[in-house]
């Protein structure tokens, strides 16, 4: 069973802001002033979703879904999620994109997942698989941060979440 407040407090997790400095690399520069800028970058969403039918299971998310657009803003992202999951299975039936390959331990054995990096209407997104399992973790955030960033936080996610490998959506008919 997914217990809906600790995949929540997980996802929630991702959104913290991270500080990125960027260094001047100016040889003009001289001063001993501080070339450092300093400044936050964070995730826009975190989803768990089901691989059936793109579904959003669980989510967080830093977008002000509590506007006078509210409507919108949870349209789209429920758009950026059906898009991710459609391109994502594109390339696990087709010719794969590149990828990055994850393996990481659990239960003493070797699982792998593919880290799929996507630029999807000005968003830069990482979506995988939970190994053997019929979810799909997927990150979204603006253009200006780094993919190797979000494949980190990618990581995290999958890392944490290994009580989800081989979970299976039942199709339940009344």
């Keep these: 069973m997914i217990h809906g407040g600790n995949i929540q407090d997980l996802l929630e997790q991702t959104l913290k802001p991270i500080s990125t400095s960027i260094i001047s690399t100016n040889d003009n520069d001289n001063d001993n002033d501080n070339d450092n800028d300093s400044s936050l970058i964070s995730i826009q969403s975190a989803i768990l979703l089901s691989i059936n039918n793109g579904s959003i299971l669980s989510y967080a998310t830093n977008l002000n879904l509590i506007d006078s657009n509210i409507n919108n803003n949870e349209t789209s992202l429920k758009m950026m999620t059906l ?26 054995n070797t699982v792998e997942t593919k880290l799929y990096n996507y630029e999807i209407e000005n968003l830069h997104t990482c979506i995988a698989r939970i190994p053997n399992s019929d979810l799909l973790i997927l990150l979204t955030a603006d253009n200006q941060f780094p993919y190797g960033l979000l494949s980190l936080k990618m990581k995290f996610l999958l890392n944490n979440s290994i009580n989800l490998i081989n979970y299976k959506l039942t199709n339940k008919s009344t």
């Design 83 to 108: 898009l991710c999951k459609d391109k994502w299975q594109e390339n696990e039936n087709d010719e794969p994109e590149s990828h990055y390959l994850y393996k990481y331990k659990h239960d003493n």
